[in-house]
């Protein structure tokens, strides 16, 4: 059974920081591409970075410079770690991957960007 579970949002001020880890099981972890996707209240989902399994990373433009994506396979765990955070970075954020086919998703962590 596959699951995905995050943590690590909160609440941080404009220009503050977070990290969020998104814990694996239930996949070969090491070979899957990861993915952290976010929504905001009234918008749609986007997709903010990937990472696959030989470490390529890729950004959205509103988030290169500010946010790095990782991952650490021995503990089937990927992260985000988001500086200079912005309200419009407010958001919740799930992590999502595809295995045999199948997509799947965490219930999704909040942050809240506010002063």
């Known amino acids: 059974q596959v699951q995905l579970v995050e943590s690590g949002g909160g609440l941080a001020q404009p220009g503050g920081s977070l990290r969020l880890s998104c814990a694996a099981s239930g996949i070969i972890f090491s070979r899957n591409t990861m993915r952290w996707y976010r929504q905001a209240p009234g918008k749609e989902r986007e997709l903010v970075a990937s990472i696959t399994g030989i470490d390529n990373t890729d950004y959205a433009e509103s988030v290169k410079g500010r946010f790095t994506i990782s991952r650490a396979n021995g503990q089937n765990t990927f992260y985000l770690q988001m500086n200079s955070l912005k309200p419009e970075d407010t958001a919740v954020y799930s992590c999502?991957?595809?295995?045999?086919?199948?997509?799947?998703w965490g219930k999704g962590t909040l942050v809240t960007v506010s002063s």
């Open positions: 999502n991957t595809i295995y045999l086919s199948r997509n799947y």
